[in-house]
Nanobody
């Protein structure tokens, strides 16, 4: 099993920044991809960003709605990923979930393909 723990959510004004972190523990060798999804009230969970790694090479991808504003990165020594969120908009308000899976280097955007999930952290962007 892999346990994921998110941190860093909060309340910020539009145009501001937040940094989310996700620390993995347990059988982390069984995963080589981690991502962030978000779910707003009344909406389905949607892909935000993900990163895969293989042989020291990292691949990342982003939802169109966050490209140029969000950056995902991985700290292999800490088994953690971070999501730096800049130029936040009210529509970014949601619960953000960290997820992990084992697969190839292709970034997977479908939440059902991820095996492990964190509890979520609330991000609220005021206008």
């Amino acid at each position: 099993q892999v346990q994921l723990a998110e941190s860093g959510g909060g309340l910020v004004q539009a145009g501001g920044s937040l940094r989310l972190s996700c620390a993995a523990s347990g059988r982390t060798f069984s995963t080589n991809a981690m991502g962030w999804f978000r779910q707003a009230p009344g909406k389905e969970r949607e892909f935000v960003a993900a990163i895969t790694w293989s042989g020291g090479v990292h691949y990342a991808d982003y939802a169109d709605s966050v490209k140029g504003r969000f950056t995902i990165s991985r700290d292999s020594a800490k088994n953690a990923v971070t999501l730096q969120m800049n130029s936040l908009k009210p529509e970014d308000t949601a619960v953000y979930y960290c997820a992990a899976r084992w697969g190839n280097s292709i970034v997977v955007v479908t939440p059902e393909r991820y095996s492990y999930w964190g509890q979520g952290t609330q991000v609220t962007v005021s206008s």
